[in-house]
Structures are given as C-alpha cells and as structure tokens.
C-alpha cells in the first residue's frame, strides 16, 4: 500500500487487463525501438501473458530487432517520485561492484517514462533484463528434500542481505515471489519498487511489504536501511528448518499458500499460531532456537533488530547432515539457551514467554559419560570377573554369595542410571507435551460440538426467514381487512342516505297535506270562538243561562265540544254535563239533556258552516316554504353522502399508514436479526478456523507426545548399558 | 478488524454475479452512442473476468485467489455461462479464464503515435451473452445467490467473505427483493457478512451516482431500494475509491446508480480487489 495525502485523488493507472490488451499491438504502443513490434509471451487464448503482483504486471516481450528478451514491467497504481526513486536506484546499483557480489543477485533495467500508449494516454514501463529463474516458492517446491541445496541457498540468501546491507539497500519486500533462484541455485532480487537507497532517505516507503514477511511492528512510514531485517530473518530461518526437516516444508507450508512456513498470524499471535508451535517444539535446537529468536523480534521496533548478516559468519556454513544436529561438540554450554552454537555470543538470549508453550526438549539418548558412568562400566568387568573366580575356584557356596557382585553390578548401574540428567529431562519434556495436549480441547468432540450448535442456529434460522414472509402477510391480511370494514361502512351509509333522498317526494306531500289541514282547522276554530252564544242564542238559551254558561267559561261554539247524559239517581231523571274544550266536563243549572241537546245541535250547524266556507288550498307562499324546506333537506343529505367518499380514503390512508409502520417495524426487525445472524455465522466460522489450527496443533503435539515417548524409550536401561561403553 | 482477510488459494473469495436479463434490459441507455441495456451489463462482465484473469495470473498460470459464479435471471434463473463452462455455478477463475464461450476481434481506435487514430482490431474473450427475455425474479435470484454463499462460507470460514454484484434496471417482478438481501449479508466468514453489491442501469435518467451516501436525491424507489438493500463499503474499499477519485464517507454503500460504462467498470473492479492481493 502506498502512502499519500487522504484528499488528493491518485493519477490513475491502467489496469493489468487493459496494459495487456495494448500490448496486443507492440507496433503501435511503443515508441522505444527495441520494444516497438516486440513479441510477448501469449496466454492459452493468444493474449499477451501477464505476472501481476499487487502494484504491476510484468510481460515477457522479445524484441524484434535485437532477439533480446526482455521483462517489462507495467504499472497498475500510482507510486509518487516513481521516476526519481528508480533513477537513485539505479545509479546506487550501478555503482556495485559484481565481482564483489556473493552472486549475481542484481538486475539490469531501464526506467522508460511515457513509454507505452494505453488509451489515450503514455504511462511509464520499467524495461528490464529477463531472468531465466523461479521463484523461490516453486523452486522449493521442488528441491524442499535436498537438504543440501536448502541449505546452501539459506547461506546464499544470508549472504544476499549482507551485500545489501553492506552498501545501505534495503529491498522493502522480500519474499518468495520477488527472490528468483536461477538454473545455477543462485538468488536473484526482483520487483525494485519499494527499495530503499541512501539517496532516497526521508522521501517515504511506497509499500508495506508482503503481509507474510512483516513485522507487526512495520509501519506505513518506514523506510530506511532496516527495511528487510525481521522478513530476512523470517526467510532465513524457514530455510535452515527446511534444510534441516524437509518434512516441515509440506507440514507447514500449505500447497500454493502465500507463505514459507509461518504467516502473518504466526508473528502477530504466537501463542495460538500452528507454525511457530510447530517449529518452537521441533527437537532439533537450530530449529526451535530460530523459532524462537523470530518469535522475540516480532515485538520489537524494526530500528532495534540485529542485521541478519552480522550474526552469521561470513564463510559458509557447513549443510546439516542429520535431524540429530547440532552434535555435542555444539551443544549449548547452558547459557545461550538453545540458540545453535554459531549464534551464541552474538544475540542476546531472549526470554520466552511464559503464556506460550515452552518445551524443553527431549534429550536424544545419552551423551557425555561422567566420572560416575566411567567407573560403573570398569566395575562391571571387574564384579563379572570376581564371580567367574569364585565359581571356578569350586569353593561350596550359596548361589546368593555367588550372585552377590553381579547383584551389586546391576545395583550400582541402577544407581548410575539414575543419576543421568537425561531422564530426568526426557520425563519433564513428555510431562510438559502431555500437559499442553491436554489443555487442547479434544479436536474431534470441539468439532461435534461446533456441528451441533450450527445445526441447531441454522434450524432457528430458518424457521425465522420463513416466519417473515408470514408476518409480513398478516400486516397485508389486517390491512386489506380494514380496507374492506371501511369499503363496507361507506356503502351502507350510502344506502341509508339514498333511502332518505328517495322519500323525500313523500314527505313533501305529507307536509303540504298536514299544512292544510292544520290551516283548515284553525279556520274553524277561528269560526267558531267568533260565535257567541250571547249573540245568537240558540233555541231555549236565554240571557239567564247564557250569563250561566259564560260563568263557567262557555261563550262561544268554540268553547265546548259536546255533552253527556247523566243520570240524577235523587230525582230518578237524566240530567246532561258540557264537555269543555280542555275535555272536562261542566254543570250548569238550568241546563238539562234536552237543552244540552240544543246547545250541541246548535253548535254543529256552526261547524257544518265554517268547514263548509274553510279553505280548500295553501297559499303560494306557504307551498314555496314547505318546498324550501324539502330541497334544503335534500342537499344535506347529498353533502352527507359525498362527505362518505372521503371520509373512507381517509380511513384507507390510516390502514396504510398502519401497514407501511408495521412494514418497516418488521423490516428493521428482520434487519437486526439479519446482523445478528452474521454476528452468529462469523463467531462459527472464526471457531471452525481455531479448530483446523486446534487440529494441527493437537496433531503435531501429538507427534511430539510420540517422540518424546520413543526418546524415554531410548534411556532404557539396557541403551544405558550400551552407553556407558560406547558413548551413544 | 473485518474484511482484512488475506486472498490467497488456500484462503479464496467467491464472486457471484448476479445478471438482470429480464425483457427491458433490452432498452437502450444513453451516452453519444445508445447501447442496450444487455449490451453494457454482459460487456462489463466480459471484461471484468478478464481483469480478474490477469490481475491473478502469476510465472506459472492464473491462480485461484477467486472463484467466480455468473447467475443470469430472467425468463430463468440460473448460470449465465456460455460455452464449455454453460451451467456450472462457482468456477475457480484459472478454469474461467482458460475457458471463454469465444474471442472476439473487435475493432478499435487507438492512436497511432503520429497525434493521429487508426482502427485496429482486439481479442475480446467472452464467456456471457447479452440476454433480454422474461420478468425480473430478483427474489429468486438473490435466494439463488444465497444458496452459494451459505455453501462458500461453510467450505471456508476463514476467508474473505463472498461478494455479491447484482447488475439491474430496477424493479423485481417477485415481490420486495429486501429480505432476500438481508438473507444474503447476514451470512459470514470469520472475517465478515458477506458484501452486497448493487449496479443499477436505468433509462429513468437523471443524475449518475457512484457510492452514494444517501439516497436523498436517487430518482425512483427502485434505486432507492437496492441501494439500502447494499452493503455499506468495507473501509479499504472506501479509501480505494477515494484514491480513485470518489468522494466518500463512513456510510457509502455498495451501489451504483445509472453509471456510464467506465463507472462500471470501476466498480465493479472495486468490489473485487478486496484487499492486496498476495
Ligand atoms: N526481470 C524479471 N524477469 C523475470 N521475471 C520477472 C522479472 N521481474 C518480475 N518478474 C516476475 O513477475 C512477478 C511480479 O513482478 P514484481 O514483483 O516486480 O511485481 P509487483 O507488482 O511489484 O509485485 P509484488 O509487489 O506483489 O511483489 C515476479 O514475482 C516475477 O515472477
Ligand atoms: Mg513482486
């Protein structure tokens, strides 16, 4: 990754995909003469054949005029003072001397600003010399079991970083796919792009290097001499544990993994990383000790770590031989614990540790006889010896004085036995082995375990996606149900409005006829109280009994409205009562049944003449203001009825409301879940990936239970016999 | 952190593409020369498992950092693979990139190195045709790319976490395709939900729109939906695009509204360089 201003946006490059479909056509993209018209490696399609890393892509171009084969580098992202940084470059190269050089490891290039045509634009291309080589990657791939070649590449590799430290170059990515080995196994560096020179000190890195190489330490802004230490260390150390255990190469290096042996993790988390367990437990102490030491530089600032150059003497080292290295010759004295013998005195012994694994290792058999072990074994001969004299000499004795040295032979080699470190030292390492596989989850059981939970998550899972749809339908059901209720309610409002407009004609005519009516019988009555009895008596009422009948209240024909006969049980005779108009009834003296009668028939010839003059039809107006009341009737029932319409649209935009809230009520629901959902998987996938390391770790530890076991095995007391007269 | 996995062939992230080839992808979109809508999407494909082909080919061949699926919908749902590759799902990019339905010579201007153009033809391999027929069974396809998903992040749980590009004019004819999306993204390595990615090409017009951080101011629900069905950019996504010139903020999601071809591109090649590539 580049460094630049957050703001500023880059000057775009061209991708690997459009760079290759230029170089379709050399003729027209080049200007340089030894490119224009070169011919490129094609693809199985016939396209031009890219090697991209993450900043370019590299093409194989054979020119047309020269033959020359070149590898053009073209770039894919901007790198700022591209064209400085590759002139310091090579000016700084150019000034080593080759002979100086432990291997040609140099590479010969050209920096061509607007080289090539890419639409239409000129970007730059870096020419460079084509190195018949592999990476270094494939190349162990297939020479990881020659131990030797391993080895030798190793001290190659170490003598590489001392030619680059030597003259201030740090490279700024080393790893496998930028150290080529060559036909002959020497290493060529490529990919120059972050290299840092003294010319090009406070200008910035470019890059921060492969993620499997890096200290965790290694910052975006780093650049300087220091670059490559702790990613030389990483590939030196991976390469002497190759050549050391070729075995390592397919345990820890997976098939086309981005890595030697250890990976980004390894550095940043030690203690739960497969590789560095692996290498820390490995018996032989060039292994572990290097483990180790990478182990301890993965916390401290680039500035601070040793060159891996100053630590190694400068004439090659010897290829180990044998897994059993190093020999007692180079046995640790004690105090550089552990570090192989080439190492002690120069680097501090780092400490370890206590949280990760620490294992001491299992010692391989005996070594090195004490004074105890030297004079068990001239004891044996000696007490064998005495018994053979004592027998042969006849003397009668008891087979227990004759086993008597013999028995003190094999006591005292018990004894000697026991005091040998070896065991104890093989015993702590199995105890310590046995105790960290057990402190391993049982991978097996982790793994059902993990299976289980899933099954169970997935089942709940599901079960929730499939209620959502439902949920969501039961929002829609209740919203078209309450749509319908107000549909329901409109129409059958409109129903009883229309009902009410329909009698409307016959209610007009009922009210004009009750109009009329109560007009004709006001007529009357006006009639009738004009009648006075005073006035016009009739027959048989003379002034006494109308002044009688006008005391109680009788005046007029309107003032009464009939009589009734009575019976007067004193006198055995019918008597008469006047019903009044109130309807109570009245007696008045002198006023007996056939007078009653008169009054009565007197009172109906008025009746009979006023219907007869009342009148027959309403007034104009009259009619004119029952008719208004109709027609104002009417219009309020059909603004009642046009008031429905709106009145439901508002109902219906509630029940929508009410949908589209349960509807986002739901999703943010479903969405919450959805995130706790991938919460959940990511926390299984992250314990599915423990558990494969888990296995690897439980799988090696296992080995090392074996080996430890099979070590034990070989402190027996017969290899202690062996021993004390061999020496192994 | 999430999405910082390494992509390698021991840890390789699947791409599934999701092709919209309902009935109106055959409508023309605009720019100087009118292309259909099919035209752009299937050639944004094309050239996209192109890049993919050489981004990862290395001394020795195409590495798998990717495994690619191609899933058309439309009349059906289903691969969108044309040739030998016809009807496989996930393919690992070294098999895509060896085998194209065909290679295409297509004529191009490129300057001649005098100041002028000549025409000149380029090999354009192509695994996908443009395909304009049917509804739009978003749902279905998404459940479809569900499916694939799941299945990736039980195979592997370490790795970078699937990426899903769904390539559209707009609006599902299977109901709401929301939940369907939810589905996809609430699935997860160890390092992440899987990423949902939507392009949407729309002869709606108005205002193209690249990695919005709202959706005040999209032109129809639709763009409005599959950008909040989008997954929100992982952060070295966002300074990926920022670089590139896009201007960006913490809640830029995934999606693309009526963006010119180039754009697509961009696009497209953003949602794939999930991190440096080693
Ligand atoms: N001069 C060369 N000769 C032969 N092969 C080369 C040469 N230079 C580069 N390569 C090949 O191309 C690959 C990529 O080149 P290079 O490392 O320069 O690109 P990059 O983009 O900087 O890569 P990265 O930064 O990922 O390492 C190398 O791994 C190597 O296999
Ligand atoms: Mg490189």
């Given at each position: 990754m580049s460094v630049r201003s957050p703001t500023a946006p880059q000057p775009q490059f061209p991708s690997g995909a459009a760079y290759a479909e230029a170089l379709q056509h050399t003729q027209l993209c080049f200007r340089h003469p030894e490119l224009k018209g070169a011919r490129p490696d094609l693809t199985k399609l016939g396209l031009p054949r890219a090697i991209s890393g993450a900043f370019a892509s590299?093409?194989?171009?054979?020119?047309?005029?020269?033959?020359q084969r070149y590898a053009v580098k073209c770039f894919t992202r901007y790198v700022p003072d591209q064209e400085r940084r590759y002139q310091a470059i090579s000016a700084r190269l150019a000034r080593l001397d080759r002979a100086e050089l432990s291997q040609p490891w140099n590479l010969g290039f050209e920096y061509l600003p607007d080289a090539i045509s890419v639409g239409q634009q000129r970007y730059p291309v870096l020419k460079m010399e084509w190195i018949e080589a592999v990476t270094l990657s494939s190349w162990l791939d297939d020479n990881h079991a020659d131990r030797f070649a391993v080895d030798r590449l190793a001290d190659r590799f170490a003598a590489l970083t001392r030619d680059l430290s030597q003259h201030e170059i740090a490279h700024g990515d080393l790893q496998h796919g930028n150290l080529l080995v060559a036909g002959d196994d020497t290493l060529r560096l490529v990919d120059y792009d972050g290299m840092y020179v003294p010319d090009l000190a406070g200008l910035g890195g470019t890059e921060r290097g492969h993620r499997n190489y890096q200290s965790p330490l290694r910052g975006n802004d780093d650049f300087g001499v220091e670059l490559d230490r702790f990613s030389a260390w990483v590939i030196f150390m991976s390469l002497k544990a190759i050549a050391t255990d070729p075995t390592l190469w397919n345990r820890l290096h997976q098939p086309s993994g981005e890595f030697l042996l250890l990976t980004e993790e390894d550095f940043s988390s030690p203690g739960g990383s497969t590789g560095l367990q692996t290498l820390l437990a490995h018996p032989d102490q060039l292994v572990s000790g290097l483990a180790d030491r990478v182990r301890s530089l993965a916390f401290q600032p680039l500035e601070l770590l040793p060159p891996l150059s100053d630590t190694i003497p400068k004439q090659r080292t010897a290829p180990t031989v044998t897994t059993t290295s190093p020999g007692p010759a180079a046995a640790p004295a004690g105090g550089a614990g552990g570090l192989p013998g080439w190492m002690t005195g120069h680097v501090p012994s780092p400490a370890r540790p206590t949280s990760t694994a620490t294992v001491s290792t299992s010692p391989d058999g005996f070594r090195g006889r004490t004074a105890l072990d030297v004079a068990t074994a001239l004891l044996w001969p000696l007490l064998l010896a005495m018994t053979g004299v004592l027998l042969m000499a006849g003397l009668p004795m008891p087979t227990a004085v004759a086993g008597a040295p013999v028995a003190a032979a094999l006591l005292l080699t018990a004894f000697a036995r026991s005091r040998r470190v070896e065991r104890a030292q093989a015993r702590a390492a199995l105890?310590?082995?046995?105790?960290?596989?057990?402190?391993?989850?049982?991978?097996?059981?982790?793994?059902?375990?993990?299976?289980?939970?899933?099954?169970?998550?997935?089942?709940?899972?599901?079960?929730?996606?499939?209620?959502?749809p439902k949920e969501q339908d039961k929002l829609t059901a209740r919203y078209h149900a309450e749509l319908k209720e107000a549909e329901q309610r409109k129409v059958r409002k409109q129903r009883e409005i229309d009902k009410k407009i329909g009698k409307l004609a016959e209610d007009l005519s009922k009210a004009l006829l009750k109009a009329l009516t109560d007009k004709q019988n006001a007529y009357v009555r006006d009639r009738l109280g004009r009648r006075l009895i005073a006035d016009s008596p009739p027959h048989g009422i003379g002034p006494t009994l109308a002044a009688r009948l006008a005391a109680v209240g009788i005046r007029s024909?309107?003032?009464f409205t009939g009589y009734r006969t009575v019976q007067n049980n004193s006198f055995n005779s019918t008597g008469a009562v006047l019903v009044i108009s109130n309807g109570r009834l009245v007696n008045v003296t002198g006023i007996g049944e056939a007078k009653a009668i008169g009054l009565d028939v007197w009172r109906r010839d008025v009746v009979a003449s006023a219907v007869a003059r009342q009148p027959k039809a309403l007034g104009t107006a009259e009619r004119q203001q029952i008719e208004q009341g109709i027609t104002r009737r009417r219009a309020q029932l059909t603004d009642q009825r046009s008031a429905l319409e709106p009145a439901t649209e508002a109902l219906r935009v509630q029940a929508r409301k009410k949908l589209e809230d349960g509807r986002s009520r739901l999703t943010q629901k479903h969405t919450l879940a959805g995130q706790e959902a991938a919460r959940q998987r990511q926390e299984f996938s992250q314990r599915a990936v423990t558990l494969k390391q888990n296995r690897a770790i439980h799988e090696s530890l296992s080995a090392s239970v074996e080996a430890a076991r099979m070590s034990l095995r070989r402190l027996a007391y017969a290899h202690y016999v062996r021993f004390i007269y061999v020496g192994r | 952190m999430p999405y910082t996995a390494e992509i390698s062939r021991t840890n390789p992230t699947s791409i599934i593409f999701l092709v919209d080839q309902s009935t109106s992808m055959s409508d023309p979109i605009g720019g100087e020369v009118p292309q259909q809508k099919a035209d752009v999407v299937a050639d944004a494909i094309n050239r996209l498992l192109t890049e993919l082909s050489v981004k990862c080919a290395k001394e020795e061949g195409v590495r798998d950092y990717f495994h690619v699926a191609v899933v058309g919908y439309g009349a059906t749902v289903g691969s969108a693979f044309a040739g030998s590759l016809g009807g496989r799902d996930i393919v690992p990019l070294s098999e895509v990139a060896d085998n194209p339905a065909r290679v295409d010579e297509r004529s191009k201007k490129v300057p001649d190195g005098a100041g002028g153009l000549v025409e000149t033809s380029v090999s354009f391999p192509l695994w996908m045709d443009p395909v304009a027929h049917g509804g739009t069974p978003m749902n279905r396809a998404l459940q479809y790319a569900e499916s694939l998903v799941s299945g990736w992040t039980e195979r592997y749980p370490a790795s970078f976490p699937p990426i899903v590009i769904n390539l559209t004019d707009g609006e599902s004819t299977d109901g709401d395709p929301t939940a369907a999306a939810e589905a996809i993204t609430s699935h997860a390595t160890a390092d992440g939900a899987a990423l949902l990615f939507n392009l949407h090409v729309s002869a709606a017009g108005g205002t193209p729109t690249a990695f919005p951080d709202t959706a005040d101011g999209l032109p129809d629900s639709y763009a409005r939906t599959l950008f909040s069905m989008s997954s929100p950019l992982p952060s070295h996504m966002r300074s990926y695009a920022a670089s590139q010139g896009q201007r960006v903020s913490e809640t830029t999601r995934g999606f693309v509204y009526n963006a010119d071809i180039t754009t697509v591109v961009q696009f497209l090649d953003i949602g794939t360089r999930a991190t440096e590539l080693r």
């Open positions: 590299v093409f194989s171009l054979t020119s047309a005029t020269s033959g105890a310590g082995l046995t105790q960290q596989l057990g402190r391993l989850d049982e991978p097996v059981k982790a793994a059902e375990k993990l299976r289980k939970e899933k099954e169970k998550f997935e089942a709940t899972e599901s079960e929730r996606s499939a209620a959502h024909a309107a003032d | -």
